[in-house]
């Protein structure tokens, strides 16, 4: 039977992991290097590295990080920052990365998508929509880390990235981001009913039981989170780790 995608999704801050709690107090986990050893050993489905802070420093994630990703990795890794030209796509690839997650510059120049998805495939193209409430309590995606909202509606602006050529759609919570009180499964069964391309869940997952819920009742194709691979339990004790054979079974 089918088992969704588990990817664990890594944060990076100047060199190192940081996790963080609604896109704020990022916390240091450690090296992103050792990480990915200990994701081998676990036999990770694949894993996910997010520069935060290169949109708003205006340049790419270091390019020299993913190819010591890529000498290290025995799965299939996808990173994200400061993504914004068809150069900067294939210099990733290039690095040794499968797919580019973007995130600003799918709204701040909408062809970008188009050009990249014509260009490698939209296999290569992920676009993360980051939503939160504005201050009418109306769902917003955000851009620029969380610091600017766009005009569009999410559904409206998920459904104009999957016409444009996006191979999927990582949509994640902003209010529910390191909280580790489950996903947002009303957010992503919306974004899921409207779309054909996969779906991943991001934002908010701190047991076994929140990806299942979010895989059976929000649809998503692919099951991300942060705090529920880097921390022991609920006290935040920082520990990579990574469910079972045995316990991933249950996710069907």
């Keep these: 039977m089918f088992r969704p995608r588990l990817i664990p999704v890594l944060l990076l801050k100047k060199d190192f992991l940081v996790k963080s709690v609604q896109?704020?107090?990022?916390?240091y986990i450690g090296d992103p290097i050792n990480a990915v050893k200990i994701f081998n050993d676990l036999k990770a489905d694949e894993l996910v590295f997010l520069d935060i802070d290169a949109s708003k420093e205006k340049r790419l994630i270091s390019l020299d990080f993913?190819?010591?990703?890529?000498?290290?990795?025995?799965?299939?890794?996808?990173?994200?920052?400061?993504?914004?030209?068809?150069?900067?796509?294939r210099s990733i690839i290039n690095a040794g990365a499968e797919k580019v997650i973007i995130g600003s510059a799918a709204y701040l120049n909408e062809n970008f998508i188009k050009d990249a998805a014509n260009t490698f495939g939209s296999s290569t193209i992920s676009v993360c929509i980051d939503v939160k409430k504005n201050f009418w309590g109306t769902e917003k995606a955000w851009v620029m880390n969380g610091t600017k909202p766009i005009a569009d509606d999410v559904v409206d602006f998920a459904k104009k990235m999957e016409n444009f050529g996006a191979g999927e759609i990582i949509i994640q919570s902003i209010a529910r981001d390191g909280m580790m009180n489950g996903y947002d499964i009303a957010l992503v069964k919306k974004i899921s009913e409207n779309l054909t391309i996969p779906v991943v869940a991001l934002g908010g997952a701190g047991k076994l039981s929140h990806l299942k819920d979010v895989y059976q009742q929000g649809y998503a194709n692919g099951l991300a989170a942060g705090s529920f691979f880097v921390y022991h339990d609920e006290n935040k004790g920082v520990l990579i780790n990574y469910p079972k054979k045995e316990d991933l079974k249950k996710l069907k």
């Design 66 to 89: 993913v190819k010591d990703v890529g000498e290290e990795a025995n799965m299939a890794f996808t990173v994200g920052g400061g993504i914004k030209s068809i150069s900067d796509i």
């Design 23 to 27: 896109f704020k107090k990022h916390q």
